[in-house]
């Protein structure tokens, strides 16, 4: 298993800031990380995968980068429906999946 | 347009078999790259990859699990079904299905299912 570890596992923000996630990698895992968010009671939907792309539909607002054991999910200008959970997921080790234990974004 | 469905049992007693279906379409499991896994979710807390089925047949699980778990494919009927043996209150989760894509080196989850909860209870 590759452990991923988010961080932080809270923050509040305001509509229209920019915030910035992080996912640590507990060993190399190149670029095989995917960001993904949830609101409650709905399925994660994919934002970003190979750590940087954009996923087709996904707003330009949301970004990634990182590689190695690193790896940011940036949200600028937040907006009322960016408030929800955060999840990354390593797919380096395949097909022994790991997701980090997720990152609650809500409204301060 | 790739839509996914989890559908079974919302109550399933401990030491029973927990049999999951999921039932898609945009897509064939029959044609290359394709694969679907299952997931699951503990209430109020993070995801866990539990098995996947690609189209050549080959099936992969979670080492914490594999011995529990079967992860089977039709494709004439489009489903793929995961039966977890000896299911104990520890396993009650929202269980997603999810196609997973390949690019650039990198899988992931592109569509998932709504999900379906599983409580495990006598």
């Known amino acids: 298993d590759i452990p991923l570890t988010q961080s932080p596992s809270s923050l509040s923000a305001s509509v229209g800031d920019g915030v910035t996630i992080t996912c640590r990698a507990s060993?190399?895992?190149?670029?095989?990380l995917s960001w993904y968010q949830q609101k409650p009671g709905q399925a994660p939907k994919l934002l970003i995968y190979?750590?940087?792309s954009l996923h087709s539909g996904v707003p330009s607002r949301f970004s990634g980068s990182g590689s190695g054991t690193e790896f940011t999910l940036r949200i600028s200008n937040l907006q009322p429906e960016d408030f929800a959970t955060y999840y990354c997921?390593?797919?380096?080790?395949?097909?022994?999946?790991?997701f980090g234990q997720g990152t609650k974004l809500d409204i301060k | 347009q790739v839509t996914l469905k989890e559908s079974g049992p919302a109550l399933v007693q401990p030491t029973q078999t927990l049999t999951l279906t999921c039932t898609f379409s945009?897509?064939?499991?029959?044609?290359?790259?394709?694969?679907v896994s299952w997931i699951r979710q503990p209430p109020g807390k993070a995801l866990e990859w539990v098995a996947r089925i690609d189209w050549d047949g080959d099936k992969f699980y979670n080492t914490s699990l594999k011995t529990r778990l079967t992860i089977s494919g039709d494709t004439s009927k489009n489903q793929v079904v995961l039966t977890m043996t000896n299911v104990d209150p520890l396993d009650t989760a929202t269980y997603y299905c999810?196609?997973?894509?390949?690019?650039?080196?990198?899988?992931?989850?592109?569509?998932w299912g709504p999900g379906i909860l599983v409580t495990v209870s006598s």
């Open positions: 997921q390593q797919s380096y080790l395949n097909p022994m999946y790991t």
């Open positions: 190979a750590a940087s």
């Open positions: 060993q190399d895992i190149d670029r095989s």
């Open positions: 999810a196609r997973i894509s390949l690019a650039t080196g990198s899988f992931f989850f592109d569509y």
């Open positions: 945009g897509f064939s499991l029959s044609t290359p790259q394709m694969r």
